[in-house]
């Protein structure tokens, strides 16, 4: 079967690629799928949490990864349903925000860490720090969306590697291999992020590695921040 088919010519870097109507549709079901699933495990999370510092860094991991499955799936959706539609200027507004809420999905992802994780003298500055990234990087969407694709791309790289840096002030590495694993799968997905037009069903592909990025990093913080062994770690020391 031909699948060139199934996707669109590839666009000049000032211009937006714009999926087929099967690309839509599995961008949206790629990421649809872990919506519920993302709820679940905040909740779990959550009743799993000891003190105020665990239930705030839980609902906020949670809040990061459930808005970024949700968001992407309705623009998706949105896309799909209204493309014929005159509300450009809405379709325009999901993108955005699909884009924005990449930062703090990034930023959401390591709270737990900075915040029931011991960090070196001056790396717990990071706990504030990531959530100042995400800020400059949503303001930046807001101004540039588009406009420079290729800076856009290095900002979510700085944004998901400088942070990763503390773990090596913290004295206990425990969960340090799933957090190497998970970053990899982002870091595989994001050629598939810019294979739009070269690859068929390029995004939806880098949607289903961020779903396997995901899915490691909530079980090395289930595992080694949340569950009872990790607790009672944490209450030793």
Same mark, same amino acid.
């Given at each position: 079967?031909?699948?060139?088919?199934?996707?669109?010519?590839?666009?000049?870097?000032?211009?937006?690629?714009?999926? !087929?109507?099967?690309?839509?549709?599995?961008?949206?079901? !790629?990421?649809?799928? =872990?919506?519920?699933?993302?709820?679940?495990?905040?909740?779990?999370?959550?009743?799993?949490? $000891?003190?105020? =510092? $665990?239930?705030?860094?839980?609902?906020?991991?949670?809040?990061?990864?459930?808005?970024?499955?949700?968001?992407?799936?309705?623009?998706?959706?949105?896309?799909? !349903?209204?493309?014929?539609?005159?509300? %450009?200027?809405?379709?325009?507004?999901?993108?955005?925000?699909? %884009?924005?809420?990449?930062?703090?999905?990034?930023?959401?992802? @390591?709270?737990?860490?900075?915040?029931?994780?011991?960090?070196?003298?001056?790396?717990?500055?990071?706990?504030?720090?990531?959530?100042?990234?995400?800020?400059?990087?949503?303001? @930046?969407?807001?101004?540039?969306?588009?406009?420079?694709?290729?800076?856009?791309?290095?900002?979510?790289?700085? +944004?998901?590697?400088?942070?990763?840096?503390?773990?090596?002030?913290?004295?206990? %590495? $425990?969960?340090?291999?799933?957090?190497?694993?998970?970053?990899?799968?982002?870091?595989?997905? +994001?050629?598939?992020?810019?294979?739009?037009?070269?690859?068929?069903?390029?995004?939806?592909? =880098?949607?289903?590695?961020?779903?396997?990025?995901?899915?490691?990093?909530?079980?090395?913080? @289930? %595992?080694?921040?949340?569950?009872?062994?990790?607790?009672?770690?944490? !209450?030793?020391?």
């Amino acid at each position: 079967m031909n699948l060139v088919r199934f996707m669109n010519n590839r666009v000049p870097s000032n211009k937006r690629y714009q999926p !087929t109507d099967y690309e839509h549709a599995a961008n949206c079901a !790629t990421h649809a799928l =872990w919506v519920i699933p993302s709820l679940l495990g905040s909740s779990v999370l959550h009743f799993l949490s $000891e003190d105020q =510092w $665990e239930r705030v860094s839980a609902w906020l991991y949670g809040a990061g990864l459930t808005s970024l499955f949700l968001i992407s799936t309705s623009h998706s959706f949105h896309t799909v !349903t209204w493309k014929k539609s005159h509300l %450009r200027s809405v379709e325009h507004c999901f993108h955005m925000c699909d %884009r924005m809420v990449i930062y703090f999905f990034i930023a959401a992802s @390591y709270a737990p860490w900075l915040n029931l994780r011991e960090l070196g003298p001056w790396t717990c500055h990071m706990r504030w720090l990531v959530w100042v990234m995400a800020s400059v990087g949503t303001t @930046y969407v807001f101004f540039f969306h588009e406009r420079y694709k290729l800076m856009e791309l290095i900002c979510y790289t700085v +944004m998901g590697v400088f942070p990763a840096l503390v773990i090596l002030s913290m004295p206990d %590495r $425990e969960g340090l291999c799933e957090l190497l694993v998970g970053g990899a799968c982002y870091c595989l997905g +994001m050629v598939f992020f810019k294979s739009d037009g070269l690859v068929p069903f390029a995004h939806a592909i =880098w949607h289903l590695f961020v779903a396997m990025g995901a899915g490691v990093h909530y079980y090395a913080i @289930y %595992r080694y921040l949340y569950t009872p062994a990790a607790n009672q770690m944490k !209450t030793s020391r």
